[in-house]
């Protein structure tokens, strides 16, 4: 086999999937070509994964599975807690404004992907609403000079918050 066949393809096969997928999706020629660099990467990806494989690399295959949880994981966390930094496993977020779905009597229209990966999008949705995390008055907590022991616990009331989104 001629080991410059694949010079053609420029890039990874991920990116040249991509590409392809973005082409008109009535083109039977774009889509087969498509699938097949899906089954490629797939198939590399289980090669790597495997146990049963003398090439299987378990770090690797960690890095890979554990790189994509934990962007995912992040980017979920920031879009109910209206942060635009992400850190590792969390971001600064204003207790004061955090995003909520509003409820309503007729059913409830949850944001599409398009809306959550855009703020403005998101700001703008009918039924996300800003408020103080859990509707709690934070501002007379701060002014009060409340005592720490009667302060609530904010990783708690995010991370139901976050479950709630």
Same mark, same amino acid.
């Given at each position: 086999?001629?080991?410059?066949?694949?010079?053609?393809?420029?890039?990874?096969?991920?990116?040249?999937?991509?590409?392809?997928?973005?082409?008109?999706?009535?083109?039977? =020629? &774009?889509?087969? $070509?498509?699938? %097949? @660099? !899906?089954?490629?990467?797939? +198939? #590399?990806?289980?090669?790597?994964?495997?146990?049963?494989?003398?090439?299987?690399?378990?770090?690797?295959?960690?890095?890979?599975?554990?790189?994509?949880?934990?962007?995912?994981?992040?980017?979920?966390?920031?879009?109910?807690?209206?942060?635009?930094?992400?850190?590792?496993?969390?971001?600064? =977020? &204003?207790?004061? $404004?955090?995003? %909520? @779905? !509003?409820?309503?009597?007729? +059913? #409830?229209?949850?944001?599409?992907?398009?809306?959550?990966?855009?703020?403005?999008?998101?700001?703008?949705?009918?039924?996300?609403?800003?408020?103080?995390?859990?509707?709690?008055?934070?501002?007379?907590?701060?002014?009060?000079?409340?005592?720490?022991?009667?302060?609530?616990?904010?990783?708690?009331?995010?991370?139901?918050?976050?479950?709630?989104?």
């Amino acid at each position: 086999m001629d080991i410059y066949a694949f010079k053609r393809f420029r890039g990874t096969p991920y990116s040249r999937k991509k590409v392809l997928k973005k082409k008109n999706k009535k083109d039977v =020629f &774009s889509q087969a $070509k498509q699938v %097949s @660099l !899906k089954n490629i990467v797939n +198939t #590399l990806y289980g090669v790597i994964t495997s146990r049963h494989f003398n090439v299987n690399n378990v770090v690797l295959a960690e890095m890979i599975t554990g790189g994509v949880r934990a962007n995912v994981w992040v980017w979920l966390l920031a879009k109910p807690m209206n942060t635009f930094l992400s850190i590792k496993d969390g971001g600064p =977020f &204003s207790r004061m $404004k955090v995003f %909520s @779905l !509003k409820k309503s009597l007729k +059913t #409830l229209k949850l944001p599409r992907l398009e809306s959550l990966s855009y703020y403005k999008y998101l700001q703008k949705h009918r039924f996300i609403k800003v408020q103080p995390l859990k509707d709690l008055p934070w501002d007379s907590y701060f002014e009060n000079n409340l005592s720490p022991n009667l302060f609530p616990d904010v990783a708690a009331l995010a991370t139901e918050h976050i479950r709630g989104f």
